[in-house]
């Protein structure tokens, strides 16, 4: 493995481990999702507690594995193409 | 004679505290409630759990009306509240394509879902203006009408300076919460690989008014 070789399988597994680390400090949610539904209390009726969906991105498990998948391939590419050349 | 006489007394006592099981409000008569809500407060909301997966979903496009005559609400009661399937939403925009594609819920031949009322029974009353009940009725979803029991409260508001803020007129804030089974309606769960639980729990949350 050259120096260049180690970069990219250091770069590729940083990015991995990025990746896995935002979606466990997200909330390990199996789909990425762009709204997310709070409770909001009826004033006029105390009992009736109303869903409301609110913009917020949650990075769900299907893009870490997408970022993932693409690092490999991109890594592996990478890594074949630095292959030091035989003389 | 005098145990038919403590019998009868019983019997009265009994329907009177039946008939006592009813709104007490400064309203009387008949009462026509519209859902319409073009705030979009109104809401179904429908659950799923399964092991890969909870799903929240809800419904904003509610319509219809409840008719009950206030002093005997349980034996006057009729109604029927419908759903747009294309309000639904689950916080995916793929997944809401999916829940109304011709696999699923097929929205395009069948855009409605509805609860048309058929009795109230077990009315118990926990404030003057709330009653408790069971309410009966025919569930219609994917073309196909099967009967549900859902437990439901009713709470009545006589129209003031708090309520014309919402509507005017009075209000009646319904619940209700009851669980149908996919299955039974014709819509295959395992099409989408078992993400949606078979059986899923529905909850009403709706308030409607007595004026247009």
């Known amino acids: 493995m050259n120096p ?3 970069k990219i399988l250091a770069a590729s597994l940083t990015i991995i481990l990025i990746s896995l680390t935002v979606w466990v ?5 199996i789909f990425t999702k762009n709204q997310i ?10 009992d009736m507690v109303q869903k409301v969906w609110v913009d917020k991105f949650i990075w769900g498990l299907d893009l870490t594995g997408a970022i993932i998948l693409t690092t490999v391939v991109a ?7 630095l292959r030091d050349k035989k003389k | ?27 009387g008569g008949t009462q026509t409630f519209n859902f319409e809500d073009k705030g979009g407060r109104n809401q179904v909301t429908f659950f799923s759990t399964t092991p890969l997966e909870d799903i929240t979903g809800t419904a904003n ?4 009306s409840v008719t009950f005559d206030v002093a005997e609400f349980a034996r006057t009661i009729k109604g029927k509240l419908t759903i747009q399937i294309a309000s639904m939403n689950t916080g995916i925009e793929l997944r809401n394509k999916h829940m109304q594609s011709p696999n699923w819920l097929d929205a395009a031949r069948f855009p409605e879902i509805s609860f048309e009322i058929k009795s109230v029974y077990d009315v118990k009353q926990s404030a003057d203006n709330k009653l408790e ?4 009725g025919d569930f219609t979803l994917h073309g196909i009408t099967k009967e549900v029991i859902a437990s439901a409260d009713a709470t009545y508001l006589d129209e003031s300076e708090q309520t014309k803020k919402r509507a005017p007129g009075d209000l009646i804030g319904v619940r209700a919460n ?5 299955s039974d309606y014709g819509v295959d769960n395992a099409v989408i690989g078992n993400k949606v639980s078979e059986k899923i729990q529905v909850g009403v949350n709706v308030v409607g008014s007595n004026k247009k």
């Open chain 2, 178 to 182: 009851f669980t149908i089974n996919l």
């Open chain 2, 1 to 27: 004679m005098n145990k038919l006489s403590i019998s009868l007394l019983s019997l009265v006592l009994a329907a009177s505290s039946l008939s006592a099981q009813t709104f007490k409000v400064k309203a």
């Open chain 1, 37 to 46: 539904l709070v409770e909001k209390k009826d004033e006029l009726f105390p």
């Open chain 2, 133 to 136: 009940f069971k309410v009966k």
């Open chain 1, 4 to 6: 260049s070789q180690k």
């Open chain 1, 75 to 81: 890594g592996i590419f990478f890594y074949r193409r």
């Open chain 2, 61 to 64: 496009g509610i319509s219809g």
């Open chain 1, 25 to 29: 400090y997200s909330g390990r949610e």
